[in-house]
């Protein structure tokens, strides 16, 4: 018998989490089974279109630099482009701000690399984004929680939190992956200035800023932050590092997202980024570039943003027709989840085989608390199903917790 | 004043080395300068009709499918091909033992992710690739190095190393990166039968195994390895991890490359690969599986080597006809580079800057050597620059040359 290389070469294991969840997400694909579990966009909304004519462009242009190496920092129109859109935010910046990462995947597992030693402790939202507890564990990170309520993390309770030394600050501030909660103005400025005063950075992850269904646009924290420095230096020198990508707007395929950051930060970024994969598909950049950097842009996410509202209508709709007391669920404002709490005793992770069988399919939201918890919890995706598949899924699960209650 | 990031948080250095290279790089793209420094492939070799015509059906065709999220695998028809291509050199795999990664730099830092620990040792030659060096760094490697000859890695001086213990050994068998040599068929079955003796693993890096411009095909040492093993169980169980890429037969702007590897090592770089960037580009490999799955590739490789090969004859006709007596140089079957020796007193990373005024540009040697020396040796790229311009740089380098003799 061949031994395993696991065995005769000892692998490494502590570096490396496999999400339990991702394993699971592959029962969900199974036919006629109703999937709330992923966190896909809806490929309808994708404008393919606009890629073909995108990709013509490119080759026919530019095909010879489109398709060779370029540099670890991105494609400098794309940088431009992104420096640009922040300042309609409110924050000046310049391309030297920005680093193009082949998801937000790898700027959080870049952020890792240049900021985690084994030990440090790192402030998480409880629940928080399984991508990043992914990333950071392979930096031997020891997480710090904090609770939220129905306007985000509670600020309330940072200061006990920050006495601990913390590394930085992670927050998903819009429409929160798992939670859809939303961190109010409010509180995102007592982050801020709570944060200044104890001299911890913060990360802030956005992918969904721009898919608002309802309600006041809330300033980023990086703008709230911005606001509050004395301009002694005409650059870019707050303290939050925001991060951003083209997944949820253009398409995930793609693998673009961004970071902004000091140049000194981006500087560090880019030399972690050299040798993890060099940098970018050029191809993609140039692609994407050729794509956002157009008016019609503002149309398209309008379209994303009308095509999910409805589809979370529908959800909340479906969610008050069927499901028995003592479910409950938050109503987000806009991105891409709901977050579903049933009765204390119940355990999701049991209810999810019973479910898939049910033919409907959600994600258990213990895995997303670092420190437990959350076992009576799930995450429900309403962007990528068809409004009347979200009806008879929303219906299904309902029926399977009935039979829990 | 403000304080720099860097002092204010503390961020991690140990893990990260920024490569000198690509900083001097950076002014090899002056004007006028004809650069030997880089390690790209010839733009006029691109497909960019082919994939202009595979943009569109992909788009057409699976539009939906191709920009949304994949799986850390891959797209599993380009992973069965590129099993398929692997059975013609004759080594049984499936799907199953092949990873996509974004480019092989990606290839390397998972592998360090996987196998090293602060400290472990890993032998490579020396001179070997810098992006290997890089990859390592982060992960407190501890280098052993092994010299070479006109026949590759000195294997006569291989036992003394393993008896050091090493974690693995890595090794570029074809027109090694940077000096364009080749190991042996023989060296390559002492390599083999040693590190299967010691039992340590190999990984073999063949990003130019397809560009061999004369001579007979050498067997792949994953092939020989496989070779020895009693076929005890019918899956591909070697001791050899191989990684090649699409950069150099299609274009580098992809992003695209591949492992072979027993398949519960595929498992564990899967995991890795998922905290790092979840995926590579959905988009780019169905471009790359349209381009490359077809009998029109076999005539596109014979196009890149006829272009190629003509740039490695003309640099040794222009290195014989300008070069000072006492400067040496390799005479690469294959792949994109060279390697000059200048005497002993020479230093070549002194050199660069009168090589850079008088409009040309090399990378020095010293740098490919982790443990130091080789400073008065330099790499030069053939495949990136036109037959005229060729003769041109190396004219203009012998004279800087003979400057310093």
């Given at each position: 018998?061949?031994t395993l290389w696991d065995e005769r070469y000892a692998l490494r294991t502590d570096n490396i989490s496999s999400s339990a969840i991702r394993e699971l997400l592959k029962?969900?694909?199974?036919?006629?089974?109703?999937?709330?579990?992923?966190g896909?966009?809806?490929?309808?909304?994708?404008?393919?279109?606009?890629?073909?004519?995108?990709?013509?462009?490119?080759?026919?242009?530019?095909?010879?630099?489109?398709?060779?190496?370029?540099?670890?920092?991105?494609?400098?129109?794309?940088?431009?482009?992104?420096?640009?859109?922040?300042?309609?935010?409110?924050?000046?910046?310049?391309?030297?701000?920005?680093?193009?990462t082949s998801g937000s995947q790898q700027a959080l597992d870049l952020l890792g690399r240049i900021f985690i030693n084994r030990g440090d402790r790192v402030?998480v939202?409880?629940p928080t984004y399984l991508g990043a507890i992914q990333a950071w564990n392979a930096y031997g990170v020891k997480y710090?929680?904090?609770?939220?309520?129905?306007?985000?993390?509670?600020?309330?309770?940072?200061?006990?939190?920050?006495?601990?030394?913390?590394k930085?600050?992670y927050?998903?501030?819009?429409?929160?992956?798992?939670?859809?909660?939303?961190?109010?103005?409010?509180?995102?400025?007592?982050?801020?200035?709570?944060?200044?005063?104890?001299?911890?950075?913060?990360v802030?992850d956005?992918?969904?800023?721009?898919?608002?269904?309802?309600?006041?646009?809330?300033?980023?924290?990086?703008?709230?932050?911005?606001?509050?420095?004395?301009?002694?230096?005409?650059?870019?020198?707050?303290?939050?590092?925001?991060?951003?990508?083209?997944?949820?707007?253009?398409?995930?395929?793609?693998r673009?997202a961004?970071?902004?950051?000091?140049?000194?930060?981006?500087?560090?970024l880019?030399?972690a980024k050299q040798g993890c994969d060099?940098?970018?598909?050029?191809?993609?950049?140039?692609?994407?570039?050729?794509?956002?950097?157009?008016?019609?842009?503002?149309?398209?996410?309008?379209?994303?943003?009308?095509?999910?509202?409805?589809?979370?209508?529908?959800?909340?709709?479906?969610?008050?027709?069927?499901?028995?007391?003592?479910?409950?669920?938050?109503?987000?404002?806009?991105?891409?989840?709901?977050?579903?709490?049933?009765?204390?005793?119940?355990?999701?992770?049991?209810?999810?085989?019973?479910?898939?069988?049910?033919?409907?399919?959600?994600v258990p939201?213990g895995p997303f608390h670092p420190q437990g918890?959350?076992?009576?919890?799930?995450?429900?995706?309403?962007?990528?199903?068809?409004?009347?598949?979200?009806?008879?899924?929303?219906?299904?699960?309902?029926?399977?917790?009935?039979?829990?209650?």
């Amino acid at each position: 018998m061949h031994t395993l290389w696991d065995e005769r070469y000892a692998l490494r294991t502590d570096n490396i989490s496999s999400s339990a969840i991702r394993e699971l997400l592959k029962l969900t694909s199974l036919p006629d089974v109703i999937s709330f579990a992923g966190g896909l966009p809806a490929p309808e909304v994708f404008p393919i279109e606009k890629f073909k004519e995108a990709a013509d462009v490119v080759l026919t242009e530019m095909g010879e630099s489109a398709l060779q190496y370029g540099t670890t920092e991105g494609y400098t129109p794309l940088r431009e482009m992104i420096a640009r859109n922040a300042a309609k935010y409110g924050i000046q910046i310049s391309s030297d701000n920005v680093l193009i990462t082949s998801g937000s995947q790898q700027a959080l597992d870049l952020l890792g690399r240049i900021f985690i030693n084994r030990g440090d402790r790192v402030l998480v939202e409880s629940p928080t984004y399984l991508g990043a507890i992914q990333a950071w564990n392979a930096y031997g990170v020891k997480y710090v929680t904090i609770p939220f309520d129905d306007d985000g993390m509670r600020t309330d309770l940072l200061e006990s939190r920050l006495r601990m030394g913390l590394k930085f600050i992670y927050v998903l501030p819009n429409f929160q992956n798992p939670t859809g909660v939303t961190l109010s103005r409010e509180r995102r400025k007592q982050l801020v200035d709570m944060a200044d005063a104890y001299g911890v950075p913060i990360v802030e992850d956005d992918p969904y800023g721009q898919l608002r269904y309802e309600g006041e646009h809330i300033p980023p924290v990086v703008v709230l932050d911005d606001e509050m420095r004395a301009k002694e230096v005409p650059v870019y020198s707050g303290n939050v590092i925001y991060t951003s990508t083209f997944s949820k707007i253009l398409a995930p395929g793609l693998r673009l997202a961004w970071v902004v950051a000091p140049s000194e930060v981006i500087k560090k970024l880019v030399q972690a980024k050299q040798g993890c994969d060099l940098h970018t598909s050029t191809f993609t950049q140039y692609l994407a570039y050729q794509v956002a950097n157009n008016p019609w842009m503002k149309t398209h996410i309008c379209t994303i943003r009308k095509t999910y509202k409805e589809r979370r209508d529908v959800m909340i709709k479906a969610l008050e027709k069927y499901m028995p007391e003592g479910v409950n669920w938050t109503e987000p404002k806009g991105g891409l989840f709901l977050w579903v709490t049933l009765p204390k005793n119940l355990n999701t992770g049991d209810i999810f085989e019973a479910a898939v069988a049910a033919r409907v399919a959600f994600v258990p939201g213990g895995p997303f608390h670092p420190q437990g918890g959350g076992e009576n919890t799930m995450r429900l995706n309403f962007s990528n199903s068809k409004p009347e598949l979200i009806m008879e899924g929303i219906k299904r699960l309902a029926d399977v917790l009935k039979d829990h209650l």
